[in-house]
Every structure is written in C-alpha cells, then in structure tokens.
C-alpha cells in the first residue's frame, strides 16, 4: 500500500502526532479503509507524505505493534494483523522469535503472580487523541510553559553545566527538597529537608514507598475505585488488596474500621483530595476520623495528594501529613499534573526513618532523579514562573471544567449525574438505566470520543456504569463538541432500554 | 562559629561546590580545626563568606547531615557531632524524632532483610572530591559538551516543546531505540526496536531486569568481586548471591559449570569487557564457553556492558548478545560514563518476551524515562556531537591513564600490581605484603588523596589488599601528584611491615 486513505493530522491537534498517526491508522482499520493482512507504507515514504520526521510515523508504528495492531516481518515490511490483541510471540520477526526459546516459566512473581495481567495491560497504554479526548489525565499540552522553562535550563547549564550533569544527591536537589518543605509548611506541615525525596514522578514516589514497607501477602487498604497505577504496583508486590467502602465524604468509618480489625493492613492508600476518579473531597472532620482510627491500628497512611495546587475554588482542607504532623502519614504528590509529565518529577515526604530507606531503595533503584532538571525546576521556581503558571491553568482549568458542566446539561439526558470538583483535571460521571460505559466507549471511540471507563479503577471490574471525564486537556468548543456526541449515544441507548451490559470490550488502559 | 577556620573553595577543581565545602569541613573536623559539639555558620553566613549561592552550602550541609556528622536542633542551628557515624534517630530534631514513633517492624524485607546493611551504607555514599580523587568511576566533568548538548535541548523544546514534556512512550523514545538497535547491529547484535527499553542509567537497567527475573531466594552467579550497585539491587531482592572464582580471562570454565550444576541459577550478572573493578577483558574463547555453559544449564546472561565505546585502543571482542544471538543474553548500557550521568538514561536489550515484562515494571516504577531528556540525546547524537565526544574522551582518558601508569611505576614500590587497561575510567592495584587498603584509604585521605577500596566490591570482604583507582576524572599532574602521595604512604607501611590489617575503618562506599 502506497499510501493510507483518509490518514491525515491536525497541526492544531494538542496530541502529540504520532499518537495521531496510530489512532489515524487505527480508525482507517476499524472503518474498513484499510484491512488486516495489508502491508503498511514504509515509515519513510509515510513521513514525507505527512511532511512529519521519519522517527514519528516509527513512534506511531511502535504503539501499535505493542498493541499489536501491526507487525514486522524482516525483509517483507510491516503488516496490519487482524486487530487490538496481544502480539503473538510465534509471529514477530524471525530473530526476536528465536529470542523467545526457553523464556516461559523465568519470571519474577512480580511479572508473572496474581498482579501480572493489570500490569501486562498497563503496557498496552495507548490514551488516543485523535478527535477528542476526555481520557487520561493529562495537563493542557498548549499551556505548557516552555519558554520559561528553556530559559531555566539554559541557565543553569551556563552556570553549573558540570555540576548538573553529573550525578546528584540520591535524595535529590537540596535546593528543591527545601522548596518543597517551604511549600508544605506554608500547609501546616512538620518537616525539614530529610524527610523529602525527589522521585521521579509521583508513581516512583508510590513505587518506592510501597517497596518499603510490603513484603508479599501483606494486606493494604485501598479506596475502591482508586488509582490504578497504584493497583498495578501492589500487585507486583503480591500485595492483597482490600476495597474499603466509601460515601460522598471519604472511606466510611464503620467499614474502615472494620477492615482495620479484621485484615490489619501494614498501609492505607488513600486520595484525600480530588480523589481519582470520583473527584471526592475528604471534609476535615473525616480526615481526623481516618487518622485516628489509623493511629489506634498502627496502619501507616500513604496520601496520595496528586491535585496539589490544582483547586480553582473554595478552601482546601488541611493535608492528612499536615493533621497527622508528619509521624504515621507518608506524603507524596508530583509536578506532572500541575507543571509538566515530562519532567518526571515528584516526591515523598515521610518520617526520617522511612524516608532514608527510601533514599536507599531509590539509589539502587537508579542512583537519584535528573540533577538537571531538578535545578531547572528550581530555577524556574525561584523565578516566580511556576506560581504564574499555576495561576494560567487554573483558571483555564475552571473555564474548561463549566464548559463540560454545560455541555453535561445540555446534551446529557435527566439521569446521568456527574460530579462539580472545585479542582483537578477531569469529573466523574454515572449512567442511568444501568447503561455500560464499556459498551459506550467502543461507540464512543467510533465517533472520534474517548473516555476513561470507570470500571478500570475497581478492584474487581465493578463500576461499569461510571466513567471519569477529563476536561482540562481540550478547548471549551471541543469539550461541547465532544459531550454532544457522548449525549446522542447515550439517548439512543436509554431509548433501546436493556440492551446495555451485553458487549464486552477490550480497550487501552488510562492508567495515568 | 562565625567561619569555619582554612576552608575555602578551589574554582580551578572539577569536584562540585557543595561537595568541596563538605569535604573542607570534614577535613577541619578530622584535623582539629573544628571540634565536635561546635556551632556552624548559618548556610547565608557561609555562602556569603564563600561567595556561593545559599543552596550550595546547603547542599553541603545536607550532605554531612545525611553522613550524621553534623546535625540541626530547631532554632538553635547546626552542630558537628562527633564523626561520620550514622544518625541517632532520636537525636534529630524534635518533630522528626516524634515522627519516629511506631515505625520499627514496620518495614519491607527489602530494606530490613539480609541485603539491608549494604543497602543502608549505599545512603551514605559520599565520594569526596577534596584534594585529588581517585575514587568513584565519574567521566571527567571539564570534558563535557555542555554547549552542544544545550544546543540540543533548546532546539528539541523549540520544535517538539508539548510532545517532549508530556508523558512519552514508556519503553522509551522510539528514535533513541532506533539509534540503539542501529549502534548494536553494527556490532553484531541481532535485535529490533521492541527488544530495546530504555532506563534511568543502568541501574534501573539492573533493577527492573534482576526484579523480571528474580524471586526471594533465587540463586545469582555473579564475577567476584563485581560491581556494588548490582549486589545491592540483588540484596533488596532476597536474592542468593554465589561468586564464581575468575582467573585472568574471566569466571573460571570449571569453576562455572560446577556452580551451575550445584545452584541451578536464574541468572549469570558478568561484565566482559573493562570488568568493573578489576578492568579485566574476557577473551572472545572465553566468552564462548560461558555462553555455551549457560544455555546447557538454560542460565540467563546478564551482560553490563557499561564500559561500551570507552575502549581507546586494540579491538573489542563481540559483546554475549552478538555472539549469543540475543537469545539467552539480558544486555544493557549507559550514556552516563561515556557522555553525562546527569542524562540518567540506559537501556535494556532483551528478547521481547522479557522487554515487554520489563516495560511493565518500568511503567509501574516510574511511567518512563524523561522524554525531553531523551528528545535532546536523540538530536545530539544526530548532529554527531556524540561522536566528536567520544573521540574527544577517548583520547583524554588515554592520556590519563598513561599518566597513572608512568606515576604509578615512578612512586610505588616493587611488588605493588597493577592492570594496564585499554579502556574504561580506572585501574585495578594489588598491594604487596598483605597491606590493608582499607587502613590505607583513612591515611591517603588525611594527605586529600582519595581511593576505592577493594574490599567494597567482594561478596564477603576479601580483597583488603586490593584498591580501584580511577585516571578518568583528575588532570594527568593532579594523577601525578595523588599517586606520589600514595607511594609515600605505601613505602612508610612496607617499612613498618606486619602493622597493617589491624585497623578497620567505616567509609563511605563508592557504588557507581
């Protein structure tokens, strides 16, 4: 095949283009432009049709064959299989299947052990932009300061170029360990510069802090929905991974405190604030409650407090580390939501005997975070540039989530409720009539629209009328595009009354 | 205190700032300048006196604070404790030392169980870079291509500036896999962009490879004495390390084929090439027999080829994976000795049944690679730069270990050996007469001359009279001037033979 037809990309997309080309790709197979077995254009003559570099249509030939929408053959080209399943280990290139031989049953319980499917499909992570996107949680990629943040790395690599590209202090950047324990004061909390380290996201922070204190079996308390790259790292663990039942305010007290008597968890995991993916917000009063009853059971408490500095209204309540003063909770958060993913940079702030082991699993973990990038970020915060910034998407972020409170009105049937986050990046949604989000998703996806489906975040596929709605990574006029498509597939479901729940569909996993 | 008596800064050396204020009062503490129990300056009041910025000295500070040799009471300041022994949990400061309560029994066997002590010395890593050092295995920070590498990044954020700050792809950015799978098919490699993944340097390279295979328990070959960073990340795992005894040429034929027929290993962990420490180079015969013995005994092959490109004379033998076919072989690499460990990235070549399993731990530890980071090394080597690099390093690193070689000859005694490698950053030395490095290394330093022990890579402590000294990081007079000291140092010990081994000392531990 010379060329692929319909496939186009949109320079003013804010997806990232390769993304574009596999989903461009991926939509050509599901509409019938293009058919299995057809062999692809070679990535050269396909980025001089785009008039895009050769290394994206690779990066895009990538994604779909880890999602084994394509595969190579040596010498023949590139080939379109018959859909999303997992790559067939007998059928890649001749040399990497020689490669396979004598390779099953060497793994790790950590690869192969009760966790492994969630992580395996956690590879399969494929968040597709193409027409509109309210899946993944991702910041707004057209508000991204970098300008400001070119300036900061220019300078420092003028000023202490050596230095910051050499190897830095495990526990990271001092500079910014006292940034980040000046900020968690200004909070309320108790903690000097030992008890933070720099991680590389807020999920080497979860990683890390989970590695320190679960052996396998141990058994942890989770809210259930939850984050599911906090599910994919307990089970590499062999953790075993208790539900704890929750109302509007948070984890019920009485169900908590039962799991706490019965299962006597070594941790909790928990989203105090803007939870993921229910949006809740845990009230003061059941902070205290859940603290408390922590305390009694010598559960440590891990919050997970990801939408720091991401609330457009009202007043935050005080972090759980603030509460607790920093002796049973162990605080992570990130600069990937409300700065940039890319920086992969986030933290734990944890007592002094916690925190030096995870210095420790950190440095065999990978001998410490980007000192450059690190000193960029202070730079970039002793300028002012991230308040500015921080300013911009909030109030971006507040005009993008009425936008989708609108358009949920307007478009939207009576019965679907939804959530109204005073911040964050995305709302949570639940269908009337006992409708599958699973089954709307495939629709939805066939008309250009993504979600993320909400049975992804339970524990135990439960959920199947939810779905979690990102609004901060599309325009006002796309969110309303977007929501009225997702209106109209909903009505003529809830018109064919009971036909929902039927179809069972396998999709990419938004685990960010 | 109001200034602490003779330290001061050299402009001129390559050792970081805050690593020479620590090492200055360090070395006032030692030689009675300063005593224990004395107040030091506010970090303002230092910097001010030194003409640093504040965050120099308070990295510093944080560094002997991390070291226990000097700790901070609230409100009154921070005092030197008596010397570089580990933090009294209860004498910190007050909100911490509350933060302390409750937390023993509470952690992981992964940071309390058999691999824990090595595991907590890694924390007090301080390679020290006062006077001349010897010690650590860090390219030449002078010799670093900061201009081209800004270059790079200015040029990926003004092009690429969303795509390259979001999340990328989580094994790694497709044309820096290209570039990789290119770089090895030249050198015999058979591999395609899916059995590459990249990582934080090569120790997550290790980490993620040793997790994929690795169960509590498990038994690993490893060379003997061999790398420390790997037997750390084998000791969290619960991992039952065996040494193989080496001759010349590498792990002895006999002496594998018997270890693998009694442990019946998941895994061989070898570096053929510039071996660290020992800089040893396994013959292409003796690579053969290695290989073939571990597919009889169906034994992984972990290949740390660290040292790729850094070889400035004669010719490589074929890396395992070349010869193997990349059938049984795990190979992985850096750019943080031949370019900039302040890139932190690595790789993993690997058949696809393991990369894949590998890219599932990697996304669960820490959502990928920095893209930006990887973005800009793509460009740089596209331009060439790292190539002009290389020529440039290879060429200085000769010189350098000339210049140790030709003062080593001129300043030791007979009977001291010594390897003459052909690449790489350090040499091996044996000591004559039962002379104990360790007792060494706290007179060597005393005079600012700094060492690694060898003693620090053996499984079990041998090797006293055993040291690595690294040429690649001093200026061929500083080389002159260290290794004249150590000959003094040596000949007064030869003099007074029988007196050495009696003395142990604790030191900080050079892992990289």
New interface residues.
Partial sequence: MARIPGLSIDPAS?A???RQIADGIRAALDEGRVRPGDRLPPTRALARQLGVNR?TV??AY??L??EGVIR?RTGQGTFLTGGAEP?D?GA??A??A???????G??????DGPGVER??S??R?AISNRGISFAGS?PA??L?P?DD??GA??DV??ER???????????G???L??ALVATMRRNGS??????VVI???A??AL?LVF?????PGDEVLVEDPTYT?AL??LG?LGARVVGVPADDEGPRPDALAAALERHRP?LMYLQPTFHNPTTRVMPEARRREVLALAARH?C?VVEDDWAADLRFEGEAPPTLHALD????VLYLSTF?KKL?????IGWIAA????A??V???K???????????QAAL?RFMERGSLDRHLDRIRAAYRERRDAMLRSLGRHLPEGVRFTRPAGGLFLWVTLPGGLDSGELFVAARQRGVLFSRGALFHIDGRGVDTMRMTYASAAPDRIDEGVRVLGELVRERLADAGRGGGERVMESVP??
């Fill in positions: 804010d990232p283009v390769y290394n690779v990066a990538d994604l064959a880890g190579s790559l280990p890649v290139e040399g990497a020689a490669a396979e031989e004598g390779w099953s060497s793994f790790s319980r950590a690869v992580l395996m956690v590879y992570v991702y990629g057209e991204l970098i943040f070119r790395i220019d690599l003028a170029g050596p230095e910051v590209l050499a190897y830095g202090p495990t526990a950047d001092p500079g360990r006292e108790t903690l000097a510069a030992d008890n991680t590389n996201g999920q080497q990683s590695r320190t204190l679960l052996d790259g994919s790292v590499s070594r010598h440590a003063g920093g002796r049973h990937s940039m993913p890319g920086l992969r007592p002094f005997e916690v030096r082991r210095v420790a699993l440095q065999i973990a990978d001998c410490g975070t980007s000192p450059l990038l202070v685990v960010l």
